[in-house]
């Protein structure tokens, strides 16, 4: 079993922290369909102002909201404005599969709009059984 990146939210700034809460992390579901991102399932998130890493679950919020709200212990791992990568992986049984992902991902300003959409895309070239390449789905 291998494990991909199946969906990433590239620089998403945190809005809230909710310390007395049942834990999870509450995110814009505008944002998570763009991404293919759904509701209970685990992220990874990876703060990048101070390096915490946690794994937790998807809530979605209030739609059109730009929301990313960390809950219970994981409000601890963050503030209001931190700069977060969020990913959601899936597991392949053969790495035949990699051609087959195409993980999407967005990247987002300070308020939380959405920059670019980009997928990846793995791919068979002359140079290599698996290569790799970044396609720009809009920007």
């Not at 390449?133 to 920007?139: K, L, P, Q, V």
């Amino acid at each position: 079993m291998m494990e991909v990146v199946r969906a990433k939210l590239h620089g998403i700034h945190v809005t809230g922290c909710e310390l007395e809460y049942h834990g999870s992390v509450t995110l814009d579901p505008l944002i998570c369909r763009q991404a293919r991102i759904y509701p209970l399932e685990f992220v990874y998130i990876w703060n990048k102002n101070n390096g915490q890493r946690l794994a937790t679950y998807v809530l979605y919020g209030t739609p059109g909201s730009r929301c990313c709200v960390l809950n219970g212990a994981a409000a601890r791992c963050c503030q209001p404005g931190d700069e977060m990568i969020i990913c959601a992986s899936e597991y392949l049984a053969d790495r035949r599969e990699l051609y087959t992902v195409q993980p999407q991902v967005l990247t987002f300003d300070k308020e939380n709009n959405v920059v670019h959409h980009l997928q990846y895309d793995v791919l068979s070239s002359p140079e290599c059984d698996f290569d790799f390449r970044i396609s720009h789905i809009n920007a």
